[in-house]
């Protein structure tokens, strides 16, 4: 299960450093892709749950899900880290995501999410503990 937030930064070949704990439970090879929540992050994926998605996506019917299923393979890479612990994040998705400078990579259960930092921050920002509360509340947590 991946939680907590770690901070660090894209270097200038693309590459951004991730977390031992994180790694370990990645695995050798993971996916990396753009979220399909609509904001403007990354998701890393074990390959056990890739296949999940994969799973979802082709009992979906085709003409409807065809821009997401587009989507999400699209944007999506093999990927690995290095000796050093660092994955490469190609250039196309460091420029959906805007990742420059700072990163936030995000633990969320299942998966995990990198953020330009500042994005992250100011997503955070419009969340209070009431829109929260309320926002259990209507899922019935």
Known sequence: MFFGT???SVDKKGRVFVP???REELG???MLSRSPDGKRCLCVYPMSEWQKIDEKL?????VAAGKLVRFMYSGAEVSSCDAQGR???PQNLREYAG???DTAIIGMSSKLEIWNSEVFSAE???ETPESIAALAETLGF
């Open 6 to 8: 770690h901070n660090h």
């Open 20 to 22: 031992a704990k994180y």
């Open 28 to 30: 050798e090879e993971f």
């Open 58 to 62: 082709k009992a979906l019917p085709a």
């Open 87 to 89: 994955v490469l994040i």
């Open 99 to 101: 990742l420059e400078g």
């Open 124 to 126: 955070q920002a419009e």
